[in-house]
């Protein structure tokens, strides 16, 4: 048995509402946000200059446009790997998810996106507002990249969410995730093109971080938003962010009717 | 307490402390596979944020005045600092769990400092990995920049190793006392202690002023590394800030503020808590 479309709507509701509590967190966020902002100018900023102006093709604006952009969506996209779901599937509560009429991938996706989208509000607008004020975006150059954009934003928080949660079934199999989780947030960080646009990376590396899903969470939507990127190649950007976005739901899937199969829940 | 009293005692009131610590070692040891894991986790982000560093410096051949090989002996610094202080009292960062949980009420019944019992609650052998990276990066670096061998030389590094661990040793101290203030907004002192991490790692002479305020003298992240790093390989960093060439060697006076600055946060914190009733 599986939930209506409007019962995801209503877990997505729901988890916009559930963030909306945390105020005092949202303004801690902002305030990381910022300053890591500043200090990513500070270096960014010398680097494009000691290079005459130009780095692999980012000038200073187009680096402010990455910075402020990639920071204003740190507090919507998961890189950090912690999921109340990974403590369910330990504990084995999440056979009681099961036991709910809706798709426990389903349900855990709406919720995350919900969370996702809200923390555009306190943290994510007045982020890029700080980076708009005090240091300076350009716009970017084609009117079509701010909803192209907003696409490509919707779809990177939804990978981001999809891909956490093949990260907490993992916890089907193995008892102990927080290594895994721990692994997850060093690696992610980094291949989504964080502190360090992925195309700096020496070949290999930027090869390395294109076969993950992590630069389709921060790095894709950031270069389209900015417009680094424009036509083909903005949408080309969105086009593998789609593709990523069939894969873990898939992956998901698979996992959780295997993983469900494995399920062990300890009564007594 | 007379002079006499304390020589004795000190190895008998060290005792539950060593007793403490032996056993966090030999639990975190005998789960063997999942010590494996957090050692490589550990290695693998002490790795990630050289690769941060040293993927920026590929690109260019300088930036504010340092090149490849002084900004991996100013991130090798400021690295094997923040590893240590981070192994010692990381979990400060813990205090808001143990607020929320109410679990903080058990450390103040017992009848020892409490800084003491949280520095030992929960002492990560793991992170002894990430260290490993900076010391390999500070023999490198040291290899690259070739400093000349001389007392000098060998003086100013340990003098900056021992104040870069201390002032973050203070930043921990200094955040875990906000956030008995703060409790969920314990993120904004993320802003400052991970922040004056990433930081230390930054050669001075690119901030502005607001950040050289806040980063280069309130909380002192550029004596932590940079400053050090420009006394030793004479570089011309400290005169466009306007410091004398020696100001690498205030880097004991940076450590003392930040002590100063844990120490009141810390005591206004722990004054403030009330408990976690029931």
Known sequence: ?268 | MSRTDTAPGLAARSAPYRAVIASRVSSQRSHRTSFRVDLLSSLLVGLVELAEVAVLYLQVERIGGLDLAAALLVFAIADVGFSVADMVVGHCDNIPTYVRAGTLDVFYLRPQPLLLQLMTSDLQLRRIARAAVGVVALVVALGLTDPPFTVRTVALLVVALVSATLCFAAMFVWAGGVQFFLIDGAETTNAFVYGGRYAATQPATVWGRPLLVVFGFFFPMAFTAYLPVVTLLDLDGGQQLGLPGWIGWTAPLAALWAWALAAVSWRLGVRHYQGGGG
Not at chain 1, 118 to 130: H, N, Y
Not at chain 1, 145 to 170: E, F, N, R
């Open chain 1, 1 to 268: 048995m599986r939930g209506s479309g409007r019962t995801y709507w209503r877990l997505l509701v729901a988890g916009f509402r559930r963030q909306s509590t945390y105020r005092l967190a949202a303004l801690g966020g902002l305030v990381a946000n910022a300053t890591f902002g500043f200090l990513k100018v500070a270096i960014l900023f010398a680097a494009v200059r000691a290079a005459g102006g130009e780095l692999e093709g980012y000038d200073v604006g187009a680096i402010s446009a990455y910075i402020w952009v990639s920071q204003a969506m740190l507090g919507s996209v998961n890189l950090n790997g912690r999921t109340d779901l990974a403590e369910r599937i330990r504990t084995g509560d999440v056979a009681v998810d099961f036991l709910r009429p809706v798709d426990v991938q389903g349900a855990f996706v709406a919720t995350e996106v919900g969370r996702s989208l809200f923390a555009f509000l306190p943290r994510g607008l007045p982020t890029l507002a700080i980076g708009v004020l005090v240091v300076g975006v350009p716009l970017p150059d084609h009117a079509w990249a701010l909803p192209l954009g907003l696409v490509s934003l919707l779809l990177a928080v939804t990978i981001s969410a999809t891909t956490v949660y093949l990260l907490a079934t993992s916890g089907f199999w193995i008892v102990e995730t927080r290594g895994l989780q721990i692994l997850y947030m060093v690696l992610s960080g980094f291949l989504a093109g964080l502190f360090i646009p992925i195309w700096f990376f020496p070949e290999w590396l930027a090869v390395l971080a294109s076969a993950t899903p992590f630069p389709a969470m921060l790095m894709y939507p950031t270069d389209v938003l900015s417009g680094r990127v424009d036509g083909s190649g903005a949408l080309m950007h969105v086009l593998v962010q789609v593709g990523w976005l069939l894969a873990t739901v898939a992956a998901g899937q698979w996992l959780t009717r295997a993983g469900r199969r494995r399920l062990e829940v300890q009564g007594g």
